[in-house]
């Protein structure tokens, strides 16, 4: 009876040890595919900061979901910071190549690289980042 009640204590104290140190895990929301409002929604109600970049995609409609770092389904701490990157539509990228109606963007250089700003660099073509207000390219 001793071993029992004993066992049981202690399987007792192995999962609220666990439950402490777990109550602040989260899942990265699947939001890939749905819109830009649609997946700050998830992704707050998951408890996560979000931050969101935007990407010229031509496959991609505007303000759809393209990916998010860290990817889907993985776990994470609340109130950990959740890239979330949104199309831009197909946009006017001067390095992408038309033949025969389909947009290549084979040997690009620096597309898909974050601008962080500042020193008057400029970001690169078809990529830019918005932090609270939108910045666009031209």
């Known amino acids: 009876m001793v071993i029992a009640l004993a066992l049981a204590f202690s399987l007792s104290a192995i999962v609220t ?24 929604r ?10 969101i970049q935007k990407r010229y995609d031509a496959s991609t409609p505007e303000n759809v979901v393209i ?5 889907p389904n993985s776990s994470v701490k ?6 979330i990157v949104v199309s831009a539509g ?3 990228n001067r390095n992408q190549i038309r033949s ?10 620096g ?15 078809g990529v830019f980042e918005a932090r609270g207000e939108r910045e666009t390219t031209s």
């Not at 990916?67 to 990817?71: S, V």
């Not at 109606?101 to 084979?106: D, R």
Request: hydrophobic residues 35%; aromatic residues 6%; without cysteine.
């Open 100 to 109: 025969g109606g389909k947009i290549s963007t084979a040997g690009l250089r």
């Open 17 to 40: 040890v666990y439950m402490i140190f777990r109550i602040g895990d989260t899942r990265v929301p699947p939001v890939v595919g749905k819109t830009e409002v649609e997946a700050l």
């Open 67 to 71: 990916e998010t770092r860290p990817a």
């Open 42 to 51: 998830m992704a707050e109600k998951a408890g996560l900061k979000v931050k």
């Open 90 to 92: 197909p946009g006017q």
């Open 78 to 83: 609340k109130d950990s910071n959740l890239t």
């Open 111 to 125: 597309f898909g690289k974050q601008w962080r700003g500042g020193h008057g660099a400029a970001p690169a073509q």
